[in-house]
């Protein structure tokens, strides 16, 4: 028999129905709490797997960033001597004999006879 105290400090004495009920009760307590302890730590789990692999995906995603950067700064760079050399051929303070000497004039004869 279970006994317990009521709020005027009496003894009562709970007959054997209500005691298998109140461990009944004790034991499904139980079980809910280790299923709970049980999900809760599968969620934490879980958490833990989204938020590593979203840093891995944030790390990738800065490498491929970077990747991009470095690229776009090689194109930058080869236009921009580009320009330089496009310049210095176009220049007007290159004299015209210079220019001839880099580059090879072929008249309109030439490429009639050579079809």
Same mark, same amino acid.
Not at 53 to 68: A, C
């Given at each position: 028999?279970?006994?317990?105290?009521? *709020?005027?400090?009496?003894? =009562?004495?709970?007959?054997?129905?209500?005691?298998?009920?109140?461990?009944?009760?004790? +034991?499904?307590?139980?079980?809910?709490?280790?299923? =709970?302890?049980? !999900?809760? &730590? +599968?969620?934490?789990?879980? &958490?833990?797997?989204?938020? !590593?692999?979203?840093?891995?995906?944030?790390? +990738?995603?800065?490498?491929?960033?970077? !990747?991009?950067? !470095?690229?776009?700064?090689?194109?930058?760079? *080869? =236009?921009?001597?580009f320009?330089?050399? =496009?310049?210095?051929?176009?220049?007007?303070?290159? +004299?015209?004999? &210079?220019?001839?000497?880099?580059?090879e004039?072929?008249?309109?004869?030439?490429?009639s006879? &050579?079809?």
């Amino acid at each position: 028999m279970i006994k317990t105290r009521s *709020s005027q400090h009496e003894l =009562l004495y709970y007959g054997p129905e209500i005691e298998r009920t109140f461990i009944r009760i004790r +034991k499904e307590q139980r079980k809910i709490q280790v299923d =709970l302890e049980f !999900n809760l &730590e +599968k969620l934490f789990e879980e &958490e833990r797997q989204v938020h !590593n692999q979203s840093v891995q995906y944030q790390q +990738k995603t800065d490498t491929h960033l970077q !990747n991009i950067d !470095n690229q776009i700064g090689t194109i930058c760079t *080869s =236009l921009s001597n580009f320009e330089t050399q =496009l310049a210095e051929l176009v220049s007007p303070k290159v +004299k015209s004999r &210079e220019v001839e000497k880099e580059i090879e004039v072929i008249s309109k004869d030439k490429i009639s006879d &050579e079809n």
